[in-house]
């Protein structure tokens, strides 16, 4: 059973607020990343991170920043939502150097910007 | 980006009925990861396939890798309300993400009673 959580796990918001999902896992996975799932659409990487201070832009633009500061926090921050920012959000971690990727998900969290 | 594209998009069985879904190619794949996702749930890791033509079998899930290591098929047999589900295949990134997974757009699978 995969330890990782996320919240909220739905959040409805006015235009131009800011944001914060949370993420947590509790494997000590180096790894973790962040999608976006809209409905029929693959999941689209917007984020991922190495280890603490490592972050990078995923092939997804996307206007969101992240910040790792400990190894089993991955937050990401919208500075001001927008409606095109609707959409589920999922958090996923690895471990090093496995040689299959696999990848444990949290529950995700739904948002929608009105 | 390594495009995976899956077959059927959607498909809607009866109990106790087998099925197919497929997930190809046209780059290779070092290994081809299925997850099933549930409505309101991340993704959850079904299987890992590494060697091209190998098979490997979940209960009543079998899931085969091609030769060439670029296409994958998951065949279920009997299928039990259950095994409702998005199944979505995935393969590592070949670029700066690392390990990073490239994933196809699913299949939305309903099995009813």
């Known amino acids: 059973e995969a330890d990782i959580y996320q919240t909220p796990r739905y959040l409805v918001i006015g235009t131009g607020k800011k944001i914060t999902l949370e993420c947590s896992q509790t494997?000590?996975?180096?790894?973790m990343y962040w999608y976006q799932q809209d409905p029929g659409m693959e999941l689209h990487l917007i984020h991922y991170s190495y280890g603490v201070n490592s972050t990078e832009k995923g092939d997804l633009s996307s206007e969101s920043t992240v910040s790792r500061i400990r190894t089993e926090h991955f937050p990401l921050t919208l500075e001001s939502a927008r409606p095109s920012h609707t959409s589920q959000y999922l958090c996923?971690?690895?471990?090093?150097?496995?040689?299959?990727?696999?990848?444990?998900f949290g529950p995700g969290t739904r948002l929608t910007v009105l | 980006t390594q495009l995976l594209e899956q077959s059927p998009q959607f498909l809607s069985i009866q109990e106790g009925e087998n099925l197919t879904v497929y997930c190809n190619s046209s780059s290779v794949f070092s290994s081809l990861q299925w997850y099933r996702q549930e409505p309101g749930e991340g993704p959850v890791l079904l299987v890992t396939?590494?060697?091209?033509?190998e098979v490997k079998k979940l209960k009543r899930l079998t899931f085969q890798f091609g030769d060439a290591r670029k296409d994958s098929s998951l065949h279920i047999t009997a299928a039990q309300p259950g095994d409702t589900g998005l199944y979505l295949c995935?393969?590592?990134?070949?670029?700066?993400?690392?390990?990073?997974?490239?994933f196809g757009k699913g299949t939305s699978l309903l099995v009813t009673p």
């Open positions: 494997m000590g996975h180096d790894k």
């Open positions: 396939v590494v060697t091209g033509g």
């Open positions: 995935a393969g590592p990134q070949v670029s700066n993400s690392g390990y990073a997974l490239n």
């Open positions: 996923a971690s690895s471990e090093g150097t496995s040689g299959g990727f696999e990848q444990f």
